[in-house]
């Protein structure tokens, strides 16, 4: 970075290694946070860290998903969730924001700057496919590691997301080969949307050095079977997002129709979510 104001706090190093310390330790559970509001709340329900979910927060900002946002958007939203919790806030970096090992390395230290202890690199390279070539996402991933020392955070934690069975572009002797090569590249976990099948994950946790991360659905194993099989760390993706824009839509819904009010019972209170944002 070029001034000593942009280089990272002994804080944001700490959060670093506090985000390593969850996996190394057990399994870290993350909520996913779509802005300053929902990281609040979930640091409030007892998180330990939080993530970010690429496809929330490009909701919020009226955005589709699937790296429709820009890097400076990202990593202003990153900078209003790490200043609204004292927790390791790890982000969706979707691709990178270019399809470059530069223009990784650039997003990487706009997310340092923004106050991020970790970030989760894709290697698709566009939603739905292709994949980058494994030597080329290995390449995009060792340009963050460098990024990351550069910008005065070699404690960033690097998870890299392969798409692989989350589009049905291979299966786990395709994970495999990518977790060697990632890994290799200086990734600190693997993160595998869209595998959810207990005997795959733990053939695919015992084979790999890396830390795995799944995504939890609606409907699909909890947390103690998927830490049964093995897996390190467990997100949510857009799924709380998506509960809370049906909890909106049911409330207008009503008020709209029938003219009542049944679906805001049990709500936080309006002080209670407002001492939230008093730091």
Not at 33 to 41: E, I, L, M, Q
Not at 124 to 129: I, L, T
Not at 239 to 248: D, F, I, K, N
Request: proline residues 4%; charged residues 20%; aromatic residues 4%.
């Amino acid at each position: 970075m070029s001034t000593d104001a942009t280089l990272p706090t002994t804080k944001l190093r700490e959060h670093a290694l506090r985000l390593r310390e969850l996996v190394a330790d057990g399994v870290l559970v993350l909520p996913n946070a779509w802005d300053a509001g929902s990281a609040a709340v979930i640091a409030s329900a007892g998180a330990a860290a939080v993530a970010t979910t690429s496809g929330g927060v490009s909701w919020s900002l009226g955005r589709g998903d699937g790296q429709q946002l820009g890097r400076e958007d990202m990593a202003a939203v990153a900078r209003r969730i790490t200043a609204a919790v004292d927790l390791p806030v790890t982000v969706d970096a979707e691709g990178g924001y270019g399809p470059k090992p530069a223009d990784v390395a650039d997003t990487v230290r706009a997310l340092v700057a923004a106050g991020a202890a970790g970030v989760n690199l894709e290697d698709s390279a566009a939603p739905g496919g292709p994949l980058f070539p494994v030597a080329e996402q290995a390449a995009r991933l060792r340009a963050a590691r460098e990024a990351a020392a550069e910008a005065g955070l070699p404690e960033l934690v690097v998870n890299a997301r392969t798409d692989v069975f989350l589009f049905g572009l291979g299966g786990l002797d395709d994970v495999l080969a990518r977790a060697e090569a990632y890994a290799e590249a200086g990734a600190d976990g693997l993160f595998v949307p869209g595998l959810l099948d207990l005997d795959v994950l733990a053939r695919l946790t015992a084979a790999t050095s890396l830390p795995v991360n799944a995504m939890a659905v609606a409907g699909g194993p909890g947390v103690a079977e998927l830490a049964a099989a093995g897996v390190r760390r467990i997100s949510v993706g857009t799924g709380l997002a998506q509960a809370a824009y049906t909890a909106a839509r049911r409330a207008a819904a009503e008020l709209l129709g029938a003219g009542t009010l049944a679906e805001l019972d049990g709500s936080l209170g309006f002080g209670e979510l407002d001492a939230l944002y008093r730091r």
